[in-house]
């Protein structure tokens, strides 16, 4: 028995956990105790998810898909949650090392997943399509993580939507490796569906979440205005 299959109720427990805390902090109320308890159990979980997941990836060629995923997803989650961390980026507050080792090694791990992408292309397009998708997920994340941390950020709630945009396709990297992983539950569904599947109807909620965010602000600015300019040319 090798030790993959001995750490594999671990690896099943974290999957679980990391999908259970992430579905359940993405529908229970922002800044609600379970929102931000089932948000850390996602966090940790993922980040035990995505060493298993690495070691699977790197000792069983058949699993190599799942390096990229668990890259990735770790990325997202792990990104997401440090913004909590560095929330006034926009008044002078300075990344820590912890933020900048992240987003660089997602920048130069992006730049390996091309170069795999290239070199895996006749024999393996499939794997490359993978390797090309998140590695443009990696490089625009990495863009504006160095933005903000370099040029700063203008809009003071930046650090909202990164959290919605970051943790949220942290859980939609896991559903589509859980997915990806017991493709034979699915067996009437080809496995770039399985892929597909997930960032298709995850991408639009997403949009639409922070769009919605974005309007309650912007209408809640307009009315704040109002009210000063009512009060200023007040008889």
Not at 15 to 26: E, M, V
Not at 86 to 115: C, E, H, R, Y
Not at 141 to 166: A, E, M, Q, S
Request: net charge positive.
């Amino acid at each position: 028995m090798s030790i993959l299959d001995i750490l594999k109720p671990v690896h099943i427990l974290a999957g679980s956990l990391t999908l259970i805390g992430g579905l359940l902090a993405i529908t229970s109320k922002k800044g609600l105790r379970i929102h931000r308890l089932s948000g850390k159990v996602f966090f940790w979980a993922m980040t035990v998810t995505t060493l298993l997941g690495l070691n699977a990836g790197i000792f069983r060629p058949n699993f190599q898909i799942f390096i990229p995923i668990a890259i990735i997803s770790f990325y997202q989650a792990a990104s997401g949650y440090r913004i909590l961390f560095i929330k006034t980026l926009n008044k002078g507050q300075n990344p820590k090392l912890v933020d900048w080792a992240l987003t660089i090694g997602m920048l130069l791990t992006s730049f390996v997943f091309i170069f795999l992408g290239i070199i895996n292309l006749s024999s393996d397009i499939f794997y490359s399509i993978v390797l090309f998708s998140f590695s443009t997920i990696g490089l625009y994340c990495c863009g504006v993580d160095l933005y903000n941390y370099i040029k700063r950020p203008t809009n003071k709630l930046y650090w909202l939507f990164i959290h919605i945009f970051r943790m949220s396709h942290g859980f939609i990297a896991a559903l589509t490796a859980f997915l990806v992983n017991n493709s034979k539950l699915f067996p009437f569904l080809p496995q770039v569906l399985l892929l597909i599947i997930p960032i298709a109807i995850g991408q639009p909620l997403i949009s639409l979440t922070i769009w919605n965010y974005r309007r309650k602000l912007e209408k809640s600015k307009i009315l704040a205005d109002r009210a000063i300019i009512d009060k200023t040319f007040m008889v």
